[in-house]
């Protein structure tokens, strides 16, 4: 299924997701204005002449992901505070940012083809992608949970044997679901009922509808999504599993991924990362300083 694709409306809430964080609309609160960054010639000359030979970077991005990266009301636009901040990741270098929406699971194998010289996209650190990457730190999340409001189907996220659960495919909460499930048979329980799907917003509708009893994501993504949902839906528990976003950049960009992190370490030290972060309310993931294949 195509990415920008949305799922027909369901009810009220699915109207108020679509405008509001899925590709249809403008966030809830419209994020300030991003600040506007110099370019370094120190870190620009960093940028390999393959990648800034004509002064731009195509970037792979999955864009269902509010309130990090999707859509704005033009329908083509991506907007988000990985977007704002990655723009000026790139404006820092020299270069602008190109972003081309992309299924989440095709960006990595893009970069790794050329297809993409950079994937932007929440990606979280983890042994696998490093193997087929390099990645660059920028920012921290965690994995929390979602229930319709007053979690009407009971659902603990501690044992979630023989719920229907929703999650976005080739995510690290599809994995952590699938532990979660094959801990369940272990124990003599149901298996969870896991739906995959392709794009963030179509996780949220489906708990919103009642298909799915609960979903999990990144912390700032669930959190947003009850924001927008007009009380539809609630927190369950609490963040955990805190790990780092990377950029993405092939394996073989030793270089490129250096210049990245050293734009993003200048924006931390000249305060422009922390004012982006604030504009969106997402500060609470800020690092102090980015790593390459940490």
Known sequence: MDVLKRLIPVGAFALALTAGGCGGGEPAASPSAAPSVSVNPTLAAMVPDAIKSDGKILVGVDATYAPNEFLAPDGSTVVGFDVDLFKAVAQTLGL???????????????????KYEVGVSSFTVNDERKKQAQMVTYYSAGTQWAAKTGNPAGVNPDDPCGKRIAVQKDTVQFEDIT????????????????????????????????????????SPVAAYAVKQSNGQLELLGGIYDSAPYGYVVAKDQVEMAKALQAAVDEMIKNGSYEQILSNWGVQAGAVPSAQINP
């Open 179 to 218: 532990k979660r499930s094959e801990a369940c048979v272990a124990a003599g329980k149901p298996a969870v009922t896991i739906q995959p799907y392709a794009g963030q917003d179509q996780v949220a509708s489906s708990v919103v509808s009642g298909k799915d009893d609960a979903m999990l994501a990144d």
């Open 96 to 114: 602008t940012a190109e972003f081309q929406p992309a299924t989440f699971g095709d960006i990595i194998p893009g970069v790794g083809s050329g």
